[in-house]
């Protein structure tokens, strides 16, 4: 079980009248329990999953804070805390990797009298191994892994997925074909699926949760692999010593910064992560503004990632920007009314208009011929989102970050050679939204840019993507096994 998992609701659309009205009851039962209950371990999940639900992050951080120090050596809640802290401002990368590091501390240890013997023996093909809860509903990190999974050299490599799930779907069916070897771990405890994984001599192990989805974190910190390696699942450290490698781009981990991650850096060429792209024909349209006469901006990222800095800066731009409009939305089941009375008290609420999840994805991709720029969140910065958006040939505004997490919309739009999306700070960023929803002629310029050169970027280029990935796999591999 993850950290996640605490937070998981039903999502079918029947219940999100019900459950909003319970959610509300629940939070002011609370408030008038609290102290009789004195935090109450079970109590303060539930409240903390209704938070979630709210997306009042400040809150769940809070009550994380408050569960860790009752219950001092539960590692899921650790790790869920300093997720959580990804979506705010308040640590730095240094705070990040010790927090981590105090996580890991945390985490069983095994004696090998428990364990089968981890083989590290070079073998004619290399062993590689993929672990994820998410190979499921076509989650986002599917059309990253797919780029990986559906062209490679089965001479050199046998390729392993294991899924950390309780229930399959026709998404973890589709990627069992792609694999030489497919078992599902997630009704396994952690000493069995640490003996059963050991059991297949995997010399390569990709872990794609990190402290996200339902991480099996534990595995690593006893080692299932003798190569393991952190991608696309995570953008951050893991803390652990064991986890040898984490997969970036030199946009993304400076040199000067490699000591603030616990693995040592494998630097892709270009980019760190490239999508396969959409089985539709791409059609080119006129931004909105044109027939609108007003301009939209929007964003389709988790509601998690609007923190208090985001909406400051998003309110000074539809005020600055007369007529303007946002939309928002995004993939999870989340309630609106929080954010809704954030920026009511910014006074911009009439410009903003919440839409619900789509439940056909080709529906979802339309929503983004209604956007004339996508706002990019931070410090946690949109990842699928962006990638969609640009395919759509929406053009992305980032900000300048501090670490892996919060560089991602540098690396997109560095690969895209349009630095003039990477914005240095909030008033820059103010400035140029407001810029670009007044500049017509250069405003088409970009969005000619996006659509035109996009498709030719590091971006969607999975063959070039693909070679890049093994190529440094297999170096990896002959410079610990030989």
Request: aromatic share 14%; charged share 25%.
């Amino acid at each position: 079980m993850s950290s996640a998992n605490l937070f998981d609701f039903d999502k079918s659309q029947e219940n999100q009248i019900y459950c909003k009205k319970l959610f509300t009851h629940c939070l002011n039962y609370y408030k008038y329990t609290n102290d009789l209950f004195k935090n109450d371990k079970l109590l303060l999940l539930a409240v903390t999953r209704i938070y979630k639900r709210f997306s009042d992050i400040d809150n769940v951080i809070a009550n994380l804070n408050k569960l860790i120090k009752k219950n001092s050596n539960d590692s899921i809640i650790y790790a869920s805390y300093i997720y959580y802290n990804s979506f705010k401002t308040d640590w730095s990368q240094e705070l990040f990797l010790q927090k981590s590091i105090d996580l890991v501390k945390k985490l069983p240890t095994y004696s090998n009298s428990e364990l089968k013997k981890l083989v590290k023996k070079k073998k004619d093909q290399i062993y590689l191994g993929f672990l994820s809860s998410d190979i499921r509903g076509n989650h986002s990190i599917t059309y990253f892994l797919e780029t990986i999974l559906k062209k490679y050299e089965k001479k050199k490599f046998k390729i392993f997925l294991f899924n950390n799930l309780r229930y399959e779907d026709d998404t973890t069916l589709k990627f069992s074909s792609y694999s030489d070897e497919k078992i599902n771990i997630g009704n396994l405890n952690d000493l069995e699926a640490l003996n059963l994984i050991r059991d297949k001599k995997i010399d390569v192990m990709i872990d794609m949760m990190g402290m996200t989805s339902s991480n099996r974190i534990t595995l690593f910190k006893n080692r299932i692999a003798p190569i393991q390696i952190s991608w696309c699942g995570y953008c951050n450290t893991t803390g652990l010593n064991e986890m040898d490698y984490i997969i970036a781009d030199k946009n993304l981990i400076y040199d000067n910064e490699q000591n603030f991650y616990s693995e040592k850096i494998l630097y892709l060429n270009d980019i760190w992560n490239t999508h396969r792209g959409f089985d539709l024909i791409r059609k080119q349209v006129l931004p909105p503004s044109v027939n609108n006469n007003y301009f939209t901006f929007g964003s389709f990222n988790n509601f998690s990632k609007i923190n208090d800095n985001v909406i400051e800066v998003w309110s000074e731009i539809l005020k600055k920007v007369e007529n303007s409009k946002l939309i928002l939305k995004t993939v999870s089941s989340r309630d609106v009314e929080f954010l809704s009375s954030k920026f009511e008290k910014k006074g911009v609420i009439k410009s903003i208009k919440f839409l619900p999840k789509q439940k056909d994805f080709k529906d979802h991709l339309d929503l983004y011929n209604k956007i004339d720029l996508s706002l990019d969140t931070f410090p946690y910065n949109g990842v699928t989102t962006s990638f969609e958006a640009v395919w759509m040939g929406v053009p992305v505004l980032t900000m300048k970050g501090y670490n892996f997490n919060s560089r991602c919309g540098e690396s997109i739009n560095k690969n895209l050679k349009i630095d003039y999306l990477i914005s240095k700070n909030h008033s820059e960023y103010i400035e140029k939204a407001t810029e670009l929803s007044k500049n017509k002629i250069k405003f088409k310029e970009l969005r000619d840019q996006v659509f035109n050169e996009s498709i030719k970027s590091p971006l969607f280029d999975t063959n070039k993507f693909n070679k890049n990935f093994f190529s440094v796999i297999e170096g990896v591999y002959e410079k610990i096994f030989n």
